[in-house]
Nanobody, 117 residues
Framework: QVQLVESGGGLVQAGGSLRLSCVVS????????MGWYRQAPGKQRELVAT???????NYGDSVKGRFTISRDNAKNTVYLQMNSLKPEDTAVYYC???????????WGQGTQVTVSS
């Protein structure tokens, strides 16, 4: 089993910054890719960013150039630095971890990010 605990969400004005953190515990040896997804009210969950154990990253088009994902394997933590935030970034942000062999996805409980205009 794998447990994910997010932190760092909150309320920020447009143009501001926030950093999300996600600590992974449990059977972490089985995890390769980790990432962040978000879901706004009435919308489907969408990709924000992912990062592999080796450091390869992938970003959703709407956040490219503004958000940066990073990973500290020694601390079993993945971060999402969000800059130049926009009201449309408002959503619940979920941490994700994917198993190597089965590609099973684990999810955190979510953290709310609200960007005011």
């Amino acid at each position: 089993q794998v447990q994910l605990v997010e932190s760092g969400g909150g309320l920020v004005q447009a143009g501001g910054s926030l950093r999300l953190s996600c600590v992974v515990s449990g059977s972490i040896f089985s995890i390769n890719a980790m990432g962040w997804y978000r879901q706004a009210p009435g919308k489907q969950r969408e990709l924000v960013a992912t990062i592999t154990k080796g450091g390869s990253t992938n970003y959703g088009d709407s956040v490219k150039g503004r958000f940066t994902i990073s990973r500290d394997n020694a601390k079993n933590t993945v971060y999402l630095q969000m800059n130049s935030l926009k009201p449309e970034d408002t959503a619940v942000y979920y941490c994700n971890a994917q198993q190597v062999v089965t590609f099973y996805n684990y999810w955190g409980q979510g953290t709310q990010v609200t960007v005011s205009s």
